[in-house]
């Protein structure tokens, strides 16, 4: 994920940072490509679209001259940081399938095939991402029993990141998401974004989906309902 942050214009900085709280800056945050999420499972077929159209995405919205557009605009990362045999592996359980579902304490959890273990080459950020403006990052899943497809908490909806925190204290009040998956990191951490007090837009064009048994639908249908908006990243970047 990123998080890019605006400066708000000359004539409301001072009471913005002091006084007019409501007045604080926009944040853009997105989900990043890491080398087990840039083809996250080793096949093409998982992620339908062009993996160069996404690096191009966001490679767009994170130029320089869109931050000279936005003055300050920051960025927040978030890291898929799994240990081996994490629970959220298909492989921790022997007769499981990849994308199968299984029952955990917080709920049905699905089963993924191994991916950005801790260490690896598949946990390491994709080359072609510009990371030297990240200010923060967020690594979650480290948690051998739980899953973090949210940037804000853990897939039991009580373990905090501290991502929340930090925003707040910045003075954030609006966040940009972009990157893998629409209807999993990406649908969890604009709801999250929400629940959390904070304005939330998801670049479409800047993600890609997963899409089982009609995930990415169901995920645009929640995002919507709870107030979540769906750009394109013309509307962002221009």
């Not at 890491?34 to 996250?40: F, I, L, N, S």
């Not at 974004?193 to 048994?213: K, Y």
Request: hydrophobic share 35%.
């Amino acid at each position: 994920f990123f998080l890019m942050i605006r400066r708000p214009p000359r004539s409301t900085l001072f009471p913005y940072t002091t006084l007019f709280r409501s007045y604080a800056p926009d944040a853009t945050y997105w989900v990043p490509l890491e080398h087990g999420q840039a083809d996250p499972f080793n096949t093409s077929s998982i992620i339908h679209d062009d993996r160069t159209l996404l690096e191009l995405r966001v490679r767009q919205i994170t130029h320089p001259r869109a931050h000279a557009r936005r003055p300050l605009a920051r960025t927040v990362l978030t890291q898929d940081w799994h240990p081996p045999g994490h629970a959220s592996f298909a492989s921790t359980w022997p007769g499981s399938e990849p994308f199968s579902t299984r029952p955990f304490s917080y709920g049905p959890q699905t089963l993924w095939p191994d991916h950005c273990v801790q260490g690896t080459k598949g946990a390491e950020f994709h080359p072609d991402l510009d990371r030297t403006r990240a200010e923060l990052v967020v690594r979650k899943g480290f948690r051998p029993g739980i899953d973090s497809y949210s940037a804000f908490f853990e897939n039991d909806q009580t373990t905090k990141t501290g991502l929340a925190g930090y925003l707040r204290d910045r003075g954030f009040r609006h966040t940009y998401l972009c990157g893998l998956a629409t209807d999993f990191c990406v649908k969890w951490s604009a709801l999250d974004a929400v629940r959390e007090g904070f304005t939330a837009t998801v670049i479409e064009d800047a993600c890609r989906a997963i899409d089982l048994n009609g995930s990415l639908a169901a995920a645009r249908k929640e995002m919507t309902a709870a107030g979540v908006q769906l750009v394109p990243s013309a509307k962002v970047a221009a």
